[in-house]
């Protein structure tokens, strides 16, 4: 099991994270919602040490780690366990797709270049973009650079993947391709925790359903329970708005 505990973030005067503890079993696939600004990517970031929280501890495999005063080597520690997918894909532009999957395998895990090499391809095959391995992340498309991203968090074998907004900065025709492949993920058994806005996706891939609204998890359960029974009045109100504006999408 995995777990986040109690942890509290502010810039400045402003309070981000009041105290969010929140538990992962194996194989879960938690996803967040939340209205934008309500602390999201601060605690996904807080979990990899993108950012330093001001309290709390991450709790993998036996271990707890403190969020707040780890140092170099446990943060290390915690970026090679734990993989992070950004909305903006944060690909290596000087290197190509399969120099992106390989560059974490050689650089912090020390595997030999050739075994790498090796990896990198059956991944790359694995997400169908062995024939783009020697492309750079400009001659890719959004979703194709997305997927390398994707290709290159599974390439370490995590016990963990954050997953912040994978889908947001793409154009519509490209996110059905992204969601297959996070699906895909999915059904290998890894913990994922996924920000997204894709209200369908999130009902359908998820076994458990986070909803935060300034800085606390306001309510947790499964999609059925936070889909169509919501107990609090503050999911309820965002469910109505995203749900609306979702079939106003579809209905122009
Ligand atoms: N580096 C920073 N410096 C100052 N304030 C920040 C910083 N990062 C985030 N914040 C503030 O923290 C709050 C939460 O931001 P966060 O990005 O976690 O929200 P979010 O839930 O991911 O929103 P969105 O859905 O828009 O991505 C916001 O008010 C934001 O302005
Ligand atoms: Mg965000």
Redo the contacts with the bound molecule.
């Keep these: 099991m995995i777990a986040v505990e109690h942890v509290k973030k502010s810039?400045?005067k402003?309070s981000?994270?009041k105290d969010v503890s929140l538990e992962i079993d194996d194989g879960d696939v938690v996803v967040i919602l939340?209205?934008?600004?309500?602390?999201?990517?601060?605690?996904l970031?807080c979990i990899n040490f993108l950012?330093r929280a001001d309290e709390g501890n991450l709790l993998i495999i036996n271990e707890r780690i403190d969020l707040h005063s780890a140092k170099r080597k446990e943060i290390l520690n915690v970026r090679k366990r734990v993989a992070f997918v950004f909305?903006n894909y944060g690909l290596f532009a000087n290197k190509t797709a399969l120099q992106n999957i390989t560059e974490g395998l050689i650089v912090s895990r020390k595997v030999p270049k050739d075994e790498a090499n090796k990896k990198g391809e059956e991944i790359l095959e694995w997400v169908g973009l062995l024939d783009k391995k020697d492309y750079y992340p400009s001659q890719l498309s959004g979703g194709q650079q997305q997927r390398i991203g994707i290709a290159r968090a599974v390439a370490l074998d995590p016990e963990l993947i954050l997953f912040?907004?994978p889908t947001s900065a793409l154009d519509p025709e490209l996110v059905g391709d992204v969601l297959s492949l996070i699906r895909k993920v999915a059904k290998k058994g890894i913990p994922m925790v996924i920000?997204t806005?894709e209200m369908s996706f999130a009902q359908e891939v998820a076994n458990k359903v986070v909803f935060?609204d300034g800085?606390v998890i306001v309510e947790q359960g499964t999609p059925k329970d936070i889909f169509y029974h919501p107990k609090e009045e503050r999911t309820k109100k965002f469910l109505e708005r995203v749900l609306i504006q979702e079939k106003e999408i579809y209905y122009i």
């Design positions: 810039f400045g402003q981000v994270l939340g209205p934008s600004g309500s602390g999201k990517t601060t605690l970031r950012e909305q912040d907004e920000v806005h935060m800085g």
